[in-house]
């Protein structure tokens, strides 16, 4: 078998034990954090770092390799889901009888009271009358839980959200639809009693794996000052998977999430909290009037006039077919933001790396209105630019090629692959 096939896809996370608490696609296999850690032959006295951590799945695997980790996102919301899978220890004793008791006081709270109006309709929309008011009552109960798993539990009943719902719940989004409807009401009781022992038996086997102690640090914070909180030359290799430039929504994926938990009540809000604090990655996060200067790349061309110059053709591109096309897309502008931000994350690394480190890089290119941008090679040729000394491209796999017969959908062939620098 190919190499890169051992690597898998994030479906090895979401099989794996701790890993699997929360359904992220833009996740990664943490396989390849293992592989990657065994190659480079990354130690207990290294670091590893990771400027987009996602869901924790760097440093989650470096956890268990007995690996010391410092992981950046910019997502509060996942930012959470990262830092309670990252000390799962923490939930060694006394989850099922916490579990327990939070279920009891939730079947008494409901039988008090039926669902208060306190959400926005799209949580109204997911689920049924019932099992919305068992949601609301599991929620209650775990506000006023005290104990030391708290976090636990709150991530139990996140899971059970999708878990639970009467919508089409398949990740990537929520399609609360007629059509997307599921014809079996689940029972959001027993659900979060499933996810609960679900998280118990994998906390037992993380444990049981006995990895050497490491250290580990999560910031809230941004992927374009990672060396603010990694500090400079510290790190023997940063290890990634950034956004792919294909138009994801990365703050819309987590909607009902965050609205359940009263986190954020409304489109503008994610925006301001979470859409406007990532790297440019979808057409939702461009504003048209404040990009104008961004479509030249000026930032890009100070280091690397050939990419610059290269984009510049493609941004052109877009931004013709974008009045061609009854989308309107602005492409263009996502492109162009795309890469001015990456630049930042890769001087970012350059300088958190210590002599000789590697910069790994999981990277997707994409085709947007067909016309193709070849991120990884980009991507490199820029960090050639910036100081690093030489690349490699590892071709994991090729993708959308379920959509080929789609007559809507363009015909560029894409793929996903790793991106290595050397420092």
Same mark, same amino acid.
């Given at each position: 078998?190919?190499?890169?096939?051992?690597?898998?896809?994030?479906?090895?996370?979401? #099989?794996?034990?701790?890993?699997?608490?929360?359904?992220?696609?833009?996740?990664?296999?943490?396989?390849?954090?293992?592989?990657?850690?065994?190659?480079?032959?990354?130690?207990?006295?290294?670091?590893?770092?990771?400027? $987009?951590?996602?869901?924790?799945?760097?440093?989650?695997?470096?956890?268990?390799?007995?690996?010391?980790?410092?992981?950046?996102?910019?997502?509060?919301?996942?930012?959470?889901?990262?830092?309670?899978?990252?000390?799962?220890?923490?939930?060694?004793?006394?989850?099922?009888?916490?579990?327990?008791?939070?279920? #009891?006081?939730?079947?008494?709270?409901?039988?008090?009271?039926?669902?208060?109006?306190?959400?926005?309709?799209?949580?109204?929309?997911? $689920?049924?009358?019932?099992?919305?008011?068992?949601?609301?009552?599991?929620?209650?109960?775990?506000?006023?839980?005290?104990?030391?798993?708290?976090?636990?539990?709150?991530?139990?009943?996140?899971?059970?959200?999708?878990?639970?719902?009467?919508?089409?719940?398949?990740?990537?989004?929520?399609?609360?639809?007629?059509?997307?409807?599921?014809?079996?009401?689940?029972?959001?009781?027993?659900? $979060?009693?499933? #996810?609960?022992?679900?998280?118990?038996?994998?906390?037992?086997?993380?444990?049981?794996?006995?990895?050497?102690?490491?250290?580990?640090?999560?910031?809230?914070?941004?992927?374009?000052? $990672?060396?603010?909180?990694?500090?400079?030359?510290?790190?023997?290799?940063?290890?990634?998977?950034?956004?792919?430039?294909?138009?994801?929504?990365?703050?819309?994926?987590?909607?009902?999430?965050?609205?359940?938990?009263?986190?954020?009540?409304?489109?503008?809000?994610?925006?301001?909290?979470?859409?406007?604090?990532?790297?440019?990655?979808?057409?939702?996060?461009?504003?048209?009037?404040?990009?104008?200067?961004?479509?030249?790349?000026?930032?890009?061309?100070?280091?690397?006039?050939?990419?610059?110059?290269?984009?510049?053709?493609?941004?052109?591109?877009?931004?013709?077919?974008?009045?061609?096309?009854?989308?309107?897309?602005?492409?263009?502008?996502?492109?162009?933001?795309?890469?001015?931000?990456?630049?930042?994350?890769?001087?970012?690394?350059?300088?958190?790396?210590?002599?000789?480190?590697?910069?790994?890089?999981?990277?997707?290119?994409?085709?947007?209105?067909?016309?193709?941008?070849?991120?990884?090679?980009?991507?490199?040729?820029?960090?050639?630019?910036?100081?690093?000394?030489?690349?490699?491209?590892?071709?994991?796999?090729?993708?959308?090629?379920?959509?080929?017969?789609?007559?809507?959908?363009?015909?560029?062939?894409?793929?996903?692959?790793?991106?290595?620098?050397?420092?």
């Amino acid at each position: 078998m190919d190499k890169s096939q051992a690597y898998g896809t994030f479906k090895d996370s979401l #099989r794996a034990p701790v890993h699997r608490w929360f359904t992220y696609p833009a996740g990664y296999s943490y396989k390849l954090v293992e592989a990657k850690i065994e190659e480079h032959e990354i130690g207990p006295e290294d670091i590893v770092g990771d400027p $987009f951590v996602g869901t924790g799945t760097t440093s989650l695997a470096a956890k268990l390799c007995g690996v010391s980790s410092v992981g950046v996102e910019a997502h509060p919301f996942v930012y959470w889901i990262a830092q309670t899978k990252l000390h799962f220890e923490r939930g060694a004793d006394g989850l099922s009888e916490d579990a327990n008791s939070v279920l #009891r006081e939730a079947e008494d709270i409901q039988t008090r009271q039926r669902c208060v109006n306190e959400w926005p309709d799209l949580v109204y929309k997911c $689920f049924s009358q019932e099992n919305l008011s068992r949601l609301g009552a599991l929620r209650t109960a775990i506000d006023q839980c005290e104990s030391v798993n708290k976090d636990l539990l709150k991530v139990a009943l996140t899971a059970t959200l999708r878990d639970s719902t009467s919508a089409g719940a398949g990740w990537p989004y929520i399609a609360p639809s007629k059509f997307a409807e599921r014809k079996v009401d689940r029972n959001a009781f027993s659900d $979060f009693t499933k #996810r609960c022992a679900l998280i118990e038996s994998d906390i037992v086997q993380a444990m049981s794996m006995k990895p050497s102690p490491s250290s580990h640090t999560l910031e809230l914070g941004d992927a374009r000052r $990672f060396s603010d909180y990694s500090g400079k030359g510290m790190l023997k290799i940063v290890l990634t998977s950034p956004p792919y430039l294909n138009n994801y929504d990365y703050a819309d994926r987590t909607r009902l999430e965050t609205y359940f938990w009263g986190m954020f009540n409304s489109w503008g809000e994610i925006t301001k909290h979470v859409r406007d604090k990532l790297i440019v990655a979808a057409t939702t996060q461009v504003r048209r009037s404040e990009m104008e200067r961004t479509s030249r790349l000026p930032e890009v061309g100070k280091v690397s006039p050939s990419v610059q110059s290269e984009l510049t053709t493609i941004v052109g591109r877009l931004s013709k077919l974008r009045r061609e096309k009854s989308g309107n897309k602005s492409y263009d502008l996502m492109v162009a933001g795309y890469f001015e931000d990456m630049l930042q994350v890769i001087v970012q690394v350059y300088e958190s790396l210590a002599p000789s480190g590697v910069f790994i890089l999981v990277l997707g290119d994409s085709a947007p209105y067909g016309v193709h941008v070849a991120t990884d090679e980009l991507v490199a040729r820029i960090a050639l630019d910036v100081g690093f000394k030489d690349y490699a491209i590892e071709i994991i796999r090729t993708r959308g090629d379920k959509w080929a017969g789609n007559p809507q959908r363009h015909q560029v062939p894409l793929r996903e692959s790793i991106v290595t620098l050397r420092k």
